[in-house]
């Protein structure tokens, strides 16, 4: 059994780690021919890329994927550890699935993702959740067959969790849930530690994958027909500066530019990490995707200290401008953070006005929520949870003026869209167009899922566009 401590996950070395190809384990493939299983993921791009390889490893063990948890033989939950409401998502779910077990004692639970790094939630499950038959984490995730395999041979819970990043493991099995567009991991791990944030601690530090491991898959890729590729990270800017002296995101995007794959997408950016050559090298090429996802967290300078951001609003909006100047057409998405401890109305007033001036494309806005071992935990915080929910609303209506407002001006314009299939609800094509824009729109003519096509825009909404193929 190896359990989860904050103390080792926080901790960083220097030493290399090592890159091993991915082996499977022979003696157990097809082991579980006929059996089903419903995989639930929470959280971000990054877990659901964790999910196609987890899916993948499963199939390699003989088992066949359910929709319905009520017909499956093994049930994991991939979990999120970001806010606590995904957190009481995942114990909801385990509560319903106590009720299932009681049942049909032979179900098999795990759970795995960020959750399982938290030493908190491991003892909880060591404690109340004896049912759950395996705990595996995200620094051990090639391990699943293995430690599957024996909770079933054994037939006693598994816990094996490693606190600190081992290993980075390429070769991993895939399937990918879309055939268009697929993520690619560039760095796994976070080293900003954020105050408010529990990434550095379930995620480990920042690790690089090679540069030719990363050009590799994204040819293949190319050559399997894919359209688009999603650079994945936790902060993507700060790609290969434990790899390399002189090979950063800039250069990593123009090489894969060079390839000729019709769209490039990165997530997420820290604006700390960001360099006038990649910004540079996003304006060249048409193929890099026009839209950048910048999480600003606040317009409050005393609240980005606090939040240990490394910017101040005055710096972020310099960055902001740069970009906006050196991109022609760009789109910019962020996430906002409103009722951090110490943030008073005047601060909160800030982040008003910030998002004022930014009028961004898209925002995500969340309430802070307090992650167990973060050092925000330790602030005082004495803003009631109704003036955080005001605020919350407050922001909400700025950014969703903005949403609706930066829409309507591509009203008339023709937008290039790669068509993701027909949406059921309103019965007309629908996919996104190079800003990241959900665009649905009619055609007379039969398109397929995969193509890029030109859709002139009739009408904007807040959160999507009408259109018709031209
Ligand atoms: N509380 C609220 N929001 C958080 N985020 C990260 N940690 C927390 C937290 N403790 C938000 C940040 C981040 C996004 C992925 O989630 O805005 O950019
Ligand atoms: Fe968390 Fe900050 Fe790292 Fe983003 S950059 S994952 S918010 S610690």
């Known amino acids: 059994m190896h359990l989860p401590d904050y103390k080792e996950a926080r901790s960083r070395t220097k030493k290399e780690y090592r890159r091993i190809d991915f082996k499977q384990d022979k003696t157990i493939s097809n082991k579980y021919r006929g059996m089903k299983y419903f995989l639930k993921t929470y959280g971000c791009q990054m877990n659901e890329h964790d999910s196609e390889n987890i899916e993948a490893l499963l199939v390699n063990l003989g088992f066949t994927k359910v929709l319905d948890y009520n017909l499956a033989d093994l049930v994991l939950l991939n979990t999120c550890s970001i806010r606590e409401n995904a957190h009481n998502k995942a114990f909801g779910m385990l509560g319903r699935l106590k009720h299932l077990k009681g049942e049909r004692p032979e179900l098999i639970i795990g759970l795995c993702g960020c959750m399982a790094q938290e030493a908190s939630v491991v003892q909880e499950i060591l404690n109340d959740y004896k049912f759950v038959n395996f705990v595996f984490g995200t620094h051990n ?9 024996k909770a079933i041979k054994e037939n006693k819970q598994q816990i094996e969790v490693f606190s600190r990043e081992g290993d980075l493991v390429e070769g991993l099995p895939v399937i990918r849930a879309n055939k268009y567009k697929a993520f690619v991991n560039i760095i796994y791990g976070c080293d900003k530690f954020c105050t408010y944030c529990i990434v550095p601690y379930t995620r480990g530090r920042e690790r690089s994958r090679r540069r030719e491991d990363i050009i590799n898959e994204v040819k293949l890729l190319i050559e399997d027909g894919y359209q688009e590729v999603t650079l994945l990270g936790q902060n993507v800017n700060a790609y290969g500066k434990d790899l390399y002296d002189n090979y950063n995101l800039g250069d990593l995007l123009e090489e894969i530019a060079l390839l000729n794959i019709p769209r490039i997408r990165f997530m997420t950016s820290h604006p700390w990490d960001f360099t006038d050559k990649m910004i540079d090298v996003i304006g060249k090429y048409s193929n890099i995707m026009p839209s950048v ?68 494309d898209n925002a995500f806005t969340f309430i802070f929520s307090e992650r167990e071992g973060t050092p925000a935990c330790k602030l005082v915080d004495n803003t009631p949870p109704e003036v955080k929910e005001e605020r919350l609303q407050r922001l909400n209506q700025v950014v969703n003026k903005y949403f609706l407002e930066n829409n309507k001006k591509l009203e008339g314009e023709v937008l290039k869209v790669l068509v993701e299939g027909v949406s059921l609800k309103k019965n007309m094509y629908y996919g996104y167009s190079e800003t990241n824009k959900l665009i649905n729109f009619t055609s007379e003519k039969e398109i397929e899922a995969g193509e890029i096509v030109n859709v002139k825009i009739k009408s904007a909404k807040t959160w999507s566009l009408d259109g018709e193929i031209v």
């Open 141 to 149: 995730l090639y391990q699943l067959p293995n430690i599957l395999d």
């Open 293 to 360: 996802h910048l999480p600003v967290q606040s317009g409050s300078s005393k609240i980005l200290k606090l939040m240990g951001r490394r910017y101040t609003k005055e710096s972020y909006l310099e960055l902001f401008h740069k970009i906006k100047d050196t991109v022609p057409g760009v789109s910019i998405s962020t996430d906002i953070i409103v009722g951090f401890p110490g943030e008073d109305e005047e601060d909160f007033r800030e982040t008003l006005s910030l998002a004022e001036e930014c009028k961004y």
